[in-house]
Antibody
Framework: EVQLVESGGGLVQPGGSPRLSCSAS????????MGWVRQAPGRGLEWVAS????????DYADSVKGRFTISRDNAKNLLYLQMNSLRAEDTAVYYC??????????????WGQGTLVTVSS | SYELTQPPSVSVSPGQTASITCSGD??????SYWYQQKSGQSPVLVIY???KRPSGIPERFSGSNSGNTATLTISGTQAMDEADYYC??????????FGGGTRLTVL
């Protein structure tokens, strides 16, 4: 059974720099694009970042570009999201996601359960 | 960056057909995808590559995409279909992009 389990969320002060992790089981992530999606309380989904299976390509939403960094360790079956200079508007549930696609267009076929990041003093 | 627009809400009576639209510039030239999210749960893919259903998704879910509009259609809507629905496309610059979401109410 495929499982994606996020960790690293919690209460963070404005300006903080937490790192989220996503541990995969039941599947090797090494052949998949992976990504992070977030959802602020009571709001819609926002695509945050995605990464090629060998990390040769990374994409970021404009709202996090320059502050967040997506990375992966295929040997450990882990996906990361380093978040810097956090603001109140970064408060959200962060989902780890496995991507599938064709013709260089990707979608999410499997989601984690999410980890809540709350930015507040 | 690319933008997708959905109506905030759609209402439907049980057994009737619900249609949820998603608009974007030349959306019909790229793939559209749809997700269902029930309260307190992670989203679930219901349509990919415009009109394909993943394994386990009921046949009453269908999709189409042409011109500037993609449409998710739920035929014979059931109470269990009440949820938020999000369309998604891929932007070559920033990656994935979601529509704002549509709350489907089954009255």
């Amino acid at each position: 059974e495929v499982q994606l389990v996020e960790s690293g969320g919690g209460l963070v002060q404005p300006g903080g720099s937490p790192r989220l992790s996503c541990s995969a089981s039941g599947v090797s992530i090494s052949i998949y694009w992976m990504g992070w999606v977030r959802q602020a309380p009571g709001r819609g989904l926002e695509w945050v970042a995605s990464i090629h299976h060998d990390a040769s390509e990374k994409d970021y939403a404009d709202s996090v570009k320059g502050r967040f960094t997506i990375s992966r360790d295929n040997a450990k079956n882990l996906l990361y999201l380093q978040m810097n200079s956090l603001r109140a508007e970064d408060t959200a549930v962060y989902y780890c996601a496995r991507l599938r696609g064709a013709l260089h267009q990707y979608y999410i076929d499997f989601w984690g359960q999410g980890t809540l990041v709350t930015v507040s003093s | 960056s690319y933008e997708l627009t959905q109506p905030p809400s759609v209402s439907v009576s049980p057994g009737q057909t619900a249609s949820i639209t998603c608009s974007g510039d030349k959306l019909g030239k790229i793939y559209s995808y749809w997700y269902q999210q029930k309260s307190g749960q992670s989203p679930v893919l219901v349509i990919y590559e415009d009109d394909k259903r993943p394994s386990g998704i009921p046949e009453r879910f269908s999709g189409s995409n042409s011109g500037n509009t993609a449409t998710l259609t739920i035929s014979g809507t059931q109470a269990m279909d009440e949820a938020d629905y999000y369309c998604q496309a891929w932007d070559t610059t920033t990656g994935g992009v979601f529509g704002g979401g549509t709350r489907l109410t089954v009255l």
